[in-house]
């Protein structure tokens, strides 16, 4: 008689455990799947005292919501959570084999990369100590808490009008352009209409008693008096799992992010991805959505190879 291969103990390993992996946990969890969650405890709004524009949860500080997310999902008797940090993925016969940092190595059928991007702001002296507080990469994040005044929007790339035009919303903007940006007559007069000052002399510092902000100084010592500043930050994978992988990746306003299809399926069989590495527009909300999807989306592949 041929010898039963043991499954393996994982229908679905999950790298990331924050507001895309807890929320594809839970799915998982509730349709009685063995699923794993691996994660390091460095949520990308880290930096940020609290979480706003999450239905039920407007200002809560953002760990208070994936604390009970986790013991939520720790109530399911399929359901695992492991504090470590992913090293390695490698595919194997049935499945993936993922290397952690502690030496252990864990397998399941599925991979679900949820492990977010990393910030990478411009260096301009003053704006990492502000990150998350006066320093401000998303407007409908923190907007509304400046409760208006002076605030300013750092140049970067190609929407940089756009995001000017935006913040006029939330206080009185003035716009710091790279000298060598050259607006069209078009932006220039619907940057007039919004009320947004247009300053080209390079920001040499942030100052004030960080993480306030007092406000920007000119590379020509001038200063500007700020009560915040958006920087529309550029992102970069922290982890190389999806490259090795082989999944494809697509160029993005905001940096290269892996490329998924609408069930968050990457090009690689039984590689998901979903959240911030996957979304060029995100949020708390996208995250977790995604990470549904995701976890229906690999729910069907499951069923799929046990079917044939
Ligand atoms: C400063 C700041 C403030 C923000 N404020 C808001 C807000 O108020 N409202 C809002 O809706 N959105 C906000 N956002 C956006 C929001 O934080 C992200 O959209 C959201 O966190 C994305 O969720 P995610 O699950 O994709 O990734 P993340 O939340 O970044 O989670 C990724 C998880 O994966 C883990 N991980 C990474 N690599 C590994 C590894 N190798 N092994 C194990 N674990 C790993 C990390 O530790 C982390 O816990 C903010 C963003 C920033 C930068």
């Known amino acids: 008689m041929p010898m039963q291969e043991s499954p393996l103990p994982h229908d679905a390993v999950i790298i990331g455990g924050s507001y895309a992996g807890l929320s594809a ?40 919501i994936t604390d009970d997310a986790r013991r939520q999902i720790m109530a399911y008797p399929t359901a695992v959570i492991r504090q470590g940090e992913a090293v390695s993925v490698e595919r194997s016969g049935r499945g993936f084999s ?80 790279d000298p060598a940006v050259q607006l069209s007559a078009e932006e220039t007069r619907m940057l007039g209409l919004r009320g947004v000052a247009i300053e080209r002399t390079p920001i040499a510092a942030l100052e004030g008693a960080a993480p306030l902000l007092d406000g920007a100084r000119l590379a020509d010592g001038r200063f500007i ?20 992988l082989g999944c494809e990746m697509t160029d993005t306003p905001v940096g290269r992010l892996v490329k998924v299809d609408p069930m968050q399926q990457t090009s690689q069989p039984g590689v998901f991805a979903a959240g911030d590495l996957a979304r060029a527009a995100s949020n708390i909300t996208y995250a977790a959505s995604d990470g549904m999807t995701a976890a229906h989306g690999l729910f069907r592949s499951l069923l799929e190879e046990e079917l044939a």
């Open 98 to 177: 993922i290397a952690m940092a502690d030496g252990a190595t864990v397998e399941g059928r599925r991979v679900l990369l949820a492990h977010g991007v990393e910030d990478a702001p411009p260096a301009i002296p003053g704006v990492k100590e502000r990150w998350g507080q006066t320093a401000i990469h998303c407007p409908w994040c923190h907007g509304y808490e400046i409760d208006r005044g002076p605030i300013g929007v750092l140049s970067q790339g190609e929407h940089t009008t756009h995001y000017a035009l935006m913040v006029a919303e939330w206080g009185e903007p003035t716009l710091f352009l």
């Open 25 to 64: 946990g839970l799915q998982l969890a509730r349709a009685r799947r063995r699923v794993l969650v691996i994660d390091d405890g460095r949520p990308r709004n880290r930096f940020a005292s609290h979480a706003h524009g999450v239905l039920a949860n407007d200002g809560r500080p953002g760990r208070d």
């Open 225 to 244: 008096p700020l009560k915040a500043i958006f920087v529309g930050s550029h992102v970069r994978l922290g982890n190389s799992f999806a490259e090795h």
